[in-house]
């Protein structure tokens, strides 16, 4: 049983993408900030299932905070499989935002990357095992108005994935970054309706995300070995 740390677990993707790997047979840490409740409910849910899960809180913006948190988990053995899931929205055109909504969004998904991720690698580079996926969007691929800095952080997110894949492809971990497109969540209910997703989406849905999950599945399996520094959209042909 390999140990899975998803960051951002309590939200819809992410509580999809623990399901998936604790069925795939993971100890599966669920990672919440201030949705605690959320990840304890969920971990609940798995362990009545017969899985090994539990939930955990951190913000990932504090670099103290996360080494706390991860010194604490390491102890128990590495975690071989990290799913970064974490992120925010604060969306506003540019020449409106506010400096706060930009260094608040990318504090969350990039500074939150690296002091997630650079902690748990050596243990993980000493198990010659490991998987990394990094959940981004299509906004960083394609652009969106009103998220520039939403697109620019996800964007980040890329150049780090195929970076780090070459750092550690000679030791069995693969890193690789996941674009979803518009899915079914409580944060895309709010942003589109109906008439938009049938607009925007040559599939004429959203997502689910368990789609997005069994993706992040695969890439954290032993089949999906020779897969690494790729960013896979998962959009329904929005491009």
Same mark, same amino acid.
């Given at each position: 049983?390999?140990?899975?740390?998803?960051?951002?677990?309590?939200?819809?993707?992410?509580?999809?993408?623990?399901?998936?790997?604790?069925?795939?047979?993971?100890?599966? &840490?669920?990672?919440?900030?201030?949705? &605690?409740?959320?990840?304890?409910? %969920?971990?609940?849910? %798995?362990?009545?299932?017969?899985?090994?899960?539990?939930?955990?809180?951190?913000?990932?913006?504090?670099?103290?905070?996360?080494?706390?948190?991860? !010194?604490?988990? &390491? !102890?128990?053995?590495?975690?071989?499989?990290? /799913?970064? *899931?974490?992120?925010?929205?604060?969306?506003? /055109?540019?020449?409106?935002?506010?400096?706060?909504?930009?260094?608040?969004?990318?504090?969350?998904?990039? *500074?939150?990357?690296?002091?997630?991720?650079?902690?748990?690698?050596?243990?993980?580079?000493?198990?010659?095992?490991?998987?990394?996926?990094?959940?981004?969007?299509?906004?960083?691929?394609?652009? *969106?108005?009103?998220?520039?800095?939403?697109?620019?952080?996800?964007?980040?997110?890329?150049?780090?994935?195929?970076?780090?894949?070459?750092?550690?492809?000679?030791?069995?971990?693969?890193?690789?970054?996941?674009?979803?497109?518009?899915?079914?969540?409580?944060?895309? !209910?709010?942003?589109?309706?109906?008439?938009?997703?049938?607009?925007?989406?040559?599939?004429?849905?959203?997502?689910?995300?368990?789609?997005?999950?069994?993706? /992040?599945?695969? &890439?954290?399996?032993?089949?999906?070995?020779?897969?690494?520094?790729?960013?896979?959209?998962? *959009?329904?042909?929005?491009?």
């Amino acid at each position: 049983m390999k140990r899975a740390l998803v960051s951002g677990g309590s939200g819809g993707i992410g509580a999809a993408i623990c399901r998936r790997l604790a069925e795939q047979g993971h100890e599966v &840490l669920i990672h919440a900030n201030r949705g &605690l409740d959320r990840a304890e409910v %969920l971990a609940a849910e %798995l362990q009545a299932a017969g899985h090994c899960a539990r939930a955990i809180a951190f913000d990932v913006t504090s670099a103290e905070q996360s080494a706390a948190a991860l !010194e604490a988990l &390491l !102890e128990d053995g590495p975690i071989q499989i990290l /799913v970064n *899931n974490a992120g925010v929205h604060d969306d506003a /055109v540019l020449p409106g935002m506010r400096a706060e909504q930009w260094h608040n969004v990318l504090d969350v998904s990039l *500074n939150g990357f690296f002091h997630v991720t650079q902690p748990l690698l050596m243990p993980m580079i000493r198990t010659r095992w490991g998987r990394i996926v990094n959940v981004s969007s299509v906004a960083a691929l394609a652009g *969106n108005r009103g998220q520039v800095n939403y697109a620019a952080a996800k964007a980040g997110l890329h150049g780090a994935t195929k970076s780090l894949a070459l750092e550690l492809a000679s030791r069995g971990i693969t890193v690789n970054a996941v674009a979803p497109g518009i899915i079914d969540t409580e944060m895309s !209910e709010s942003a589109f309706d109906a008439a938009a997703i049938k607009q925007m989406v040559p599939m004429q849905r959203a997502g689910r995300p368990d789609e997005v999950a069994a993706l /992040v599945g695969f &890439l954290c399996s032993d089949d999906a070995a020779y897969i690494s520094g790729q960013v896979l959209s998962i *959009n329904g042909a929005m491009y």
